[in-house]
């Protein structure tokens, strides 16, 4: 039963078309987030969603648009596809704690969506 | 913000031999630093992690080491085997409104059998 589904696993499309990524959660986690990952391996946050409001939106182009229709999901909308689009996407989530010091809990992340540019 | 640096970046070792991964934060609000490993064309997965009451934490052949006053942290591997090749990367974490989550650039670790 996976606990971080994506979907698709797999993405080819053309330069200057819109696609989407969808992400879900069966954890019951408060915080969803969205990670580009290059080919240097790095994990660059995007978004980051709490009981679907927006917490962190970090320096993405505007052709990028997360869409959070519950805490379960949180999707991403790609418009204009460029080819330094391409790379690997991560979703993960997150449970908030409660209380005070040591209550962080760790991200679980999906399997990734690879996005190939044409 | 919190910015985290890792170190190294590639860290080649003979099996048997261990591997120490360090990672340094700037923000004292950080309170949980968890590590991940990524194989090859997989997800990142915790396999260890620490909170900032707590200065060393072990579980079999890994264990992290916290230095609140210094703020830096460090991957221990010992014993290490083909099986530990692969991208981990150490993160530094601050409870807000929701949790926020900083990593380090990754350390990529071949062992050599």
């Known amino acids: 039963d996976t606990a971080v589904s994506q979907t698709p696993k797999y993405l080819v499309t053309q330069m200057g078309n819109d696609k989407s990524i969808k992400c879900e959660q069966n954890?019951?986690?408060?915080?969803m987030y969205w990670y580009k990952q290059d080919s240097k391996k790095f994990l660059k946050i995007m978004f980051s969603y709490n009981n679907k409001e927006l917490i962190i939106n970090e320096t993405v182009p505007n052709r990028f648009s997360p869409k959070s229709p519950d805490k379960a999901h949180l999707n991403l909308h790609i418009n204009s596809l460029e080819l330094g689009d391409s790379a690997v996407y991560f979703c993960a989530s997150s449970q908030v704690g409660t209380g005070n010091l040591g209550s962080n809990q760790p991200q679980h992340f999906g399997d990734g969506t690879r996005l190939s540019i044409l | 913000g919190e910015n985290v640096e890792q170190h190294p970046s590639t860290l080649s070792v003979q099996e048997g031999d261990s591997a120490v991964i360090k990672c340094t934060y700037s923000d004292s609000a950080s309170n949980y630093f968890p590590w991940y490993k990524q194989e090859l064309g997989k997800r990142p997965q915790l396999i260890i992690d620490i909170r900032s009451n707590v200065g060393e934490k072990k579980d079999q052949r890994i264990a992290v080491t916290l230095n609140k006053t210094a703020k830096h942290f460090s991957l221990h591997i010992t014993e290490t085997q083909p099986e530990d090749s692969a991208v981990y990367f150490c993160a530094a974490s601050i409870r807000t409104t929701g949790n926020q989550f900083y990593f380090g650039t990754g350390t990529s670790l071949t062992v050599i059998p």
């Open positions: 954890l019951g986690h408060d915080t």
